[in-house]
């Protein structure tokens, strides 16, 4: 299987040189091979016992020769051979990206960034507006526009926040959206309409480069948006005691101004919540566990919740915002982990090495003999040996803001953790993302296209994607994992649906001896509403429900 999965790389190395015109670097040719194959957790190039790129093509001498072969990002020429033309029919069908699907006359959605851009463009080389066909002809051939060449009658009508229509063939931006623009549109760190028309098809699918190219598009929503919409959010908002959930708020909207609030989708955002994230200065929202809540910026201030409870690295790094130069502030060390060694030279990860949590495991709650603990019952198993997975009782707020300050963090900075997947690492702790909220957990096993995870705080298994996978950061590496794994003292076997019973169950645990090398203990169990005296242990033996353990006196 390893040998015909290398001679596809093969085969998509050279056609991918036979479908390139011009030259490619190393780099450059790498990138379009992993496009190829789906994405980086696709292709796990050490699986096939190369480190790097540049080793791999100093192994296939026959397909590519390097122009400088002591150069790692040399320039790649192919090797002519019989195959060369048989390349040329085939990668016309394995090169050129699927075509895309009919978007739908009744939900289009815009994306705010394709917005953005597309009002730079015409503020920029359209300023008197242009004719329809000239949109369709000279705009919409634009690869980050062509989605929206075969809807432009709808695409336009979705569009009347930023356009207008003079007369029936011409459209130009609205005069007061341009007034508005005045302000914000010369910012350097945003792209130029010449920009905007050399973001090539490739870049718009890689991940990593898709949210730089979002970054250099989006102008602050709050620059943009029209008046009469931020004047009524900030009045419901101020109306509004507390927190609203975003999905009250849409029935609160339709009930102060008789209309309903749609105009998130129109501005391009799947949820309210997402158009109110663009909003700070009108509101901040915050994840609970089950839900998304607003509140209104004169009611909570925003710099001050993210600095207690989002943002502590600023602290330490004197500003909010992760740089890319800081990642190598830190000289190589020969005590480096081997993760930290991949990490240094990783090309996706943005955030310092100092804000990292590159060790293994976090450590766990130490469980004392003769010790009793409050616990949640999470898990219980009975196929070799009787066993609970329990959740401290007493660490339960704590261990809920955790879970909050990581859904608001890594809402906010998740693509500055993000790593190359193929160093992964079994055992490893890291955070995940899994039902749209953000836990820890270890690593226990990879496959080509998933990991599994076990989490750290109630030792239930999760089958995630690599795309769902981040660094950890240190601040979140310090609540001790909350869950516990216990064996029932004096019990040999017991049947499941009886065990079952417990889970969800708030309990009293009694420590009658520790495993510090499993980092388990042995324990007796009885439910913390008890008025009895008797641990279950004891009385499922009796009852008959378990089977006592040969050894126990």
Request: proline letters at 4%.
């Amino acid at each position: 299987m390893a040998s015909q999965s290398l001679m596809e790389l093969k085969i998509v190395a050279r056609s991918v040189l036979v479908a390139c015109k011009n030259q490619l670097t190393v780099d450059e040719f790498w990138k379009r091979v992993i496009y190829v194959f789906g994405g980086p957790q696709k292709l796990q190039l050490k699986l096939f016992g190369y480190e790097t790129p540049f080793d791999f093509l100093k192994s296939i001498p026959d397909i590519v020769q390097l122009e400088d072969p002591d150069d790692t990002n040399s320039v790649v020429n192919l090797v002519s051979s019989k195959l060369s033309r048989h390349m040329e029919l085939l990668v016309l069908t394995n090169i050129i990206r699927p075509p895309k699907s009919k978007i739908s006359q009744h939900s289009l959605l815009v994306p705010y960034r394709t917005q953005c851009a597309f009002i730079r463009i015409f503020y920029e080389l359209y300023p008197k507006g242009l004719s329809i066909s000239t949109f369709e002809s000279d705009v919409l051939c634009i690869p980050i526009f062509q989605a929206y060449i075969d809807c432009v009658d709808i695409l336009l009508s979705n569009l009347d926040h930023i356009f207008m229509k003079r007369g029936t063939e011409m459209i130009c931006l609205h005069p007061e959206l341009v007034y508005r623009l005045k302000k914000i549109i010369e910012t350097n760190d945003k792209y130029t309409a010449m920009d905007i028309c050399n973001i090539d098809d490739f870049s718009l699918g890689n991940k990593h480069d898709d949210q730089q190219i979002s970054s250099g598009l989006e102008y602050p929503l709050f620059n943009i948006l029209e008046e009469k919409i931020k004047s009524n959010i900030e009045e419901l908002l101020n109306e509004i005691p507390g927190f609203i959930s975003d999905r009250q708020l849409c029935n609160l909207y339709i009930d102060k101004f008789g209309s309903a609030f749609n105009h998130y989708t129109r501005w391009g955002f799947c949820r309210v919540s997402q158009m109110f994230s663009k909003l700070p200065e009108l509101c901040c929202v915050h994840f609970s566990m089950n839900e998304v809540e607003i509140i209104s910026s004169l009611k909570h201030t925003c710099n001050d919740y993210k600095n207690a409870n989002v943002l502590e690295e600023a602290n330490e790094s004197g500003k909010c915002s992760i740089k890319a130069e800081e990642k190598y502030d830190n000289e190589p060390n020969e005590n480096d982990g081997v993760l930290k060694k991949f990490l240094r030279s990783d090309p996706y990860l943005l955030t310092p090495l100092n804000y990292c949590f590159l060790e293994q495991e976090i450590k766990h709650s130490e469980l004392k003999i003769n010790n009793s603990l409050n616990v949640y019952v999470c898990g219980v198993y009975t196929n070799i040996i009787p066993t609970i997975i329990c959740q401290s009782v007493d660490q339960y707020h704590e261990f809920q803001k955790l879970l909050t300050d990581m859904k608001n963090f890594y809402f906010l900075h998740e693509t500055e953790l993000v790593f190359d997947p193929t160093i992964t690492m079994v055992k490893h702790t890291y955070a995940y993302c899994f039902d749209d909220c953000w836990f820890r957990g270890f690593v226990t096993d990879i496959n080509l296209s998933e990991i599994k995870m076990m989490n750290i705080d109630n030792g239930l298994m999760h089958t995630i994607l690599f795309d769902d996978i981040r660094l950890l950061h240190k601040k979140f590496s310090q609540l001790p994992a909350q869950s516990l794994t216990c064996n029932l003292h004096g019990i040999d076997s017991i049947k499941e649906d009886e065990l079952l019973k417990i889970m969800g169950r708030k309990c009293t645990i009694y420590v009658v001896s520790t495993d510090q090398q499993n980092k388990s203990a042995t324990v007796k169990i009885k439910f913390m509403d008890s008025v009895s005296d008797k641990y279950l242990n004891e009385e499922w033996i009796k009852s008959g429900i378990a089977e006592p353990d040969s050894d126990e006196e």
